[in-house]
């Protein structure tokens, strides 16, 4: 452990708190604003919230204060922030539902305040477990081998619903396994690319001033092309291919530098979606709501075939009717984009009662989530450590752009659930493991930043050649 190290953890946890202050303060004050704006009054649970949000900002902080006092500052608020939101906007939500019974869509807020006490609790248990992130190496072939039996088990045992196969109901809950293979898969990527990086790095030919990898490389990329068809294909579920393909080629690109790994994902990503685009009916109804969205009101013998939702349609004149500082929270209409406005939809409500202002605050919340861990990839002393924490960020990025993407109508529509924001169990506690594992690797990179006795001789020539007292025998990390 550095001197340097032992003058910023304090100042590191001291911003952590005051962020943590922020973002709680912010979120109990959209909590009670929402009560004021549609019922004229403080939410009836307003103490009990309080506390809560109290409760899931200090006590992750005080088990990092305790195991992790080098770690970033900003993962842990900026994760509670984006989970305070979402709160905020499922009870707007769910008062707005409760008066419509036709929508038969039960209370989300709760239940979801349930969840991030889960997610939470599994946060701090890997923080006090996972002392060392390296011992998840040890065991990649197992976790992809686990994380395969989960990747599938919805295909075969799952329930079918709102079109995709990607739940597994435990009597009154559901489980979506994708969730959490997400963070599997990354884990098995880290520790193959670190033991077959430079085989990975030769070079092929180059074809059109592109250097491509050798052909006898190229088998990796091939089988997690053809698992993620095969997820499309069973499971219907687009957004999980496309986040596993795609962190998949992030990953490679940051172990081998090469371009041609992304050349070569790019293009399987094309003819994949293409090819199962064109034959999953499922798929192909979403490419035609994507293509033709306002088409739905037509006639219905003129309509594009494939075409039955009305909710990309809904989603674009939600974001036109909030403009740039939206109609207020509360004052909006998400119930016209239906049962969905909980989940992907989420953004629409963003976007309609907080405007385009309120939309580029949530994704630049996400953005500088995702900028800290592929900072911590970064700063990361061991390969295995740095693919693993811009894997995980990257998982993010390519979560938050499939579904932001697909609700304003830059791609077609995915079904996932935005991070943090959305109503899901899974998703939650999922991302809560995320955070706990970047503010792991991100302690261990700021202890072995720099030795001992370099950060010595630089500090005894700025004070004149005086000698520094030795750290005491027996301290954390001397």
């Known amino acids: 452990m550095t001197f340097a190290a032992l003058a910023q953890a304090p100042d590191r946890r001291r911003t952590e708190a005051r962020m943590l202050a922020f973002a709680v303060a912010i979120t109990v004050g959209g909590y009670a604003y929402t009560g004021l704006s549609m019922e004229g009054r403080l939410p009836a649970g307003m103490p009990w919230f309080t506390a809560a949000m109290v409760l899931i900002a200090l006590v992750p902080h005080l088990v990092v204060r305790r195991v992790a006092d080098r770690a970033d500052p900003l993962i842990l608020p900026l994760a509670t922030l984006l989970t305070g939101i979402g709160l905020v906007l499922l009870n707007r939500l769910d008062i707005t539902y409760a008066r419509l019974p036709r929508l038969q869509t039960a209370q989300a807020a709760t239940g979801q305040l ?45 329930a079918d619903q709102f079109g995709a196969k990607r739940w597994i109901l435990l009597g009154p809950l559901s489980l979506q396994p994708g969730e959490f293979v997400k963070l599997m898969i990354v884990v098995f990527f880290a520790g193959y690319l670190t033991v077959n990086r430079n085989a990975l790095a030769l070079a092929g030919r180059r ?61 399987m990503a094309a003819v994949g979606a293409a090819v199962v685009g064109s034959a999953e009916p499922h798929v192909k109804g979403r490419v035609m709501a994507w293509l033709h969205p306002m088409d739905i009101f037509l006639p219905p013998e003129k309509r594009p ?6 909710q990309s349609a809904e989603s674009l004149f939600s974001f036109g ?8 929270l509360g004052q909006g209409h998400p119930e016209l984009v239906g049962f969905a406005g909980n989940s992907d939809f989420i953004l629409t409500t963003v976007g309609e009662e907080l405007g385009m202002a309120g939309v580029m605050a949530i994704l630049l919340l996400y953005t500088l989530l995702a ?20 894997g995980l960020a990257g998982a993010l990025v390519l979560q938050v752009f499939v579904v932001a993407g697909g609700v304003t109508g830059l791609i077609p529509l995915t079904g996932k659930a935005l991070p943090f924001l959305a109503k899901g169990g899974s998703s939650l506690v999922a991302n809560w493991m995320t955070v706990a594992v970047l503010i792991r690797i991100s302690d261990a990179a700021q202890r072995r930043r720099e030795p001992v006795g370099a950060f010595a001789r630089r500090t005894r020539r700025r004070a004149g050649g005086r000698a520094l007292p030795a750290p005491r025998a027996g301290a954390p990390g001397s």
């Open 207 to 267: 074809v059109m001033g592109i250097q491509l990898p050798p052909g006898r490389q190229l088998g990796p990329i091939f089988t997690i092309w053809i698992i993620s068809l095969l997820v499309l294909i069973f499971e219907r579920d687009l957004g999980t291919s496309l986040i596993f393909f795609g962190v998949f080629v992030i990953m490679l690109y940051m172990a081998t530098e090469r371009t041609g790994w992304v050349v070569c994902g790019l293009a």
């Open 305 to 310: 075939p494939g075409l039955i939702s009305a």
């Open 371 to 390: 900028q800290r861990g592929f900072r911590v990839g970064v700063s990361a002393r061991d390969p295995f450590g740095k693919l693993l924490a811009v």
């Open 321 to 328: 009717s909030g403009g740039v500082g939206g109609t207020g």
């Open 114 to 158: 349930v969840w991030t006490g889960l997610g939470v609790a599994v946060c701090v248990a890997i923080l006090l477990l996972l002392r060392d992130h390296r011992v998840l190496q040890r065991y990649v072939y197992l976790t992809m081998a686990v994380g395969l039996v989960l990747l599938m088990a919805p295909a075969f045992f799952g």
